[in-house]
C-alpha cells in the first residue's frame, strides 16, 4: 500500500500519526463499521502497520432516543476530544469510521481530520449508490483523495445449495465506481459469519482469515 500522507494538506492532523484514512457511507446500515473494523484488522495483521480505530459515528449510538436527548450533539469538541484527548501514540494508520451521510457534521470532520484518503462503503442497492455518489462529491469537494469503493453484501451465497442470489441487486457498485471515476475495492458477500463475527467482537479476518470473505477484506485493505 502506499503512504497517502503527502496528500493531505498539511498533512494528518494528529501529531504521531501517519495517514488518517476514513471509512464512509452515504447512508446507514450498510456495514460501515464492519468495514472499518475488518480493513482496520487486515491492515495491522497482515501489513504489520500499526493501526488505530477511531469511532466518530456519534449519530450512530442509540443513547440519545433512549434518554430522549434532542440537542444536536456537539460533533467538533467530541472529535476533538477522540483525537487530540486521547494517546495514540505512535500509528502508521487510524481508521475512522465516520459518521453516515454527507451533511455539513461529516464535511467539517473531514476537513478538520485533515484526511489522507476516504473509503466508501454501499450495499449494490440503487438508493444506497446514489448517496455514496454524494459521499464521492462531498469528499471531492474538500480535496481528500477516494481510495475506492467497497461493495458490502454483494451477494448471498445459500450455505445449503451454493446458489448465488443478488439480494439487493447486481454489478451496482462497479459501474457506479466506473461512473464515477473510483477504484471498486471489493466485494463483500452477505455472510452470516460476517454478521456474527461482530456481533461476538471476533471481526471474520481474525476469526475465520482463510475464508474468502476475510480475504475479500485483506484484498481490499491492500488496495488502501
Ligand atoms: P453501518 O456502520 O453502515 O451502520 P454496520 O457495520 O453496523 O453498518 O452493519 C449493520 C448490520 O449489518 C450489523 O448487524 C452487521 O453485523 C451486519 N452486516 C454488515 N455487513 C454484513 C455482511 N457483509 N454480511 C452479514 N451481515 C453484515
Known amino acids: 500500500?502506499?503512504?497517502?500522507?503527502?496528500?493531505?494538506?498539511g498533512g494528518p492532523s494528529i501529531a504521531g500519526v501517519g495517514d488518517i484514512i476514513a471509512i464512509a457511507s452515504g447512508k446507514g446500515g450498510v456495514g460501515k463499521s464492519t468495514t472499518a473494523v475488518n480493513i482496520a484488522v487486515a491492515l495491522a495483521k497482515e501489513f504489520k502497520l500499526k493501526v488505530g480505530l477511531l469511532d466518530a459515528d456519534i449519530y450512530g449510538p442509540s443513547i440519545p432516543t433512549m434518554m430522549n436527548l434532542h440537542a444536536k450533539p456537539e460533533v467538533m469538541s467530541a472529535l476533538e476530544k477522540m483525537t487530540r484527548g486521547v494517546a495514540w501514540g505512535n500509528l502508521d494508520i487510524l481508521v475512522v469510521d465516520m459518521p453516515p451521510g454527507t451533511g455539513d457534521a461529516q464535511l467539517s470532520m473531514s476537513q478538520r481530520l485533515r484526511l489522507s484518503g476516504a473509503l466508501i462503503v454501499s450495499t449494490p442497492q440503487d438508493i444506497a449508490l446514489i448517496d455514496a455518489r454524494r459521499g464521492a462529491n462531498m469528499f471531492r469537494k474538500v480535496q481528500v483523495p477516494i481510495?475506492?469503493?467497497?461493495?458490502?453484501?454483494?451477494?448471498?451465497?445459500?450455505?445449503k445449495c451454493g446458489e448465488e442470489s443478488y439480494i439487493f441487486g447486481e454489478g451496482g457498485a462497479k459501474k457506479t465506481a466506473e461512473e464515477m471515476d473510483m477504484k471498486l475495492l471489493g466485494e463483500i458477500p452477505l455472510e452470516i459469519s460476517i454478521r456474527t463475527g461482530s456481533d461476538e467482537g471476533k471481526p471474520i479476518v481474525i476469526s475465520s482469515p482463510d475464508s474468502s470473505s476475510a480475504q475479500a477484506y485483506v484484498h481490499a485493505a491492500e488496495k488502501v
Open 1 to 9: 500500500r502506499r503512504s497517502y500522507s503527502a496528500l493531505a494538506k
Open 147 to 159: 481510495l475506492g469503493l467497497v461493495e458490502n453484501m454483494s451477494c448471498f451465497k445459500c450455505p
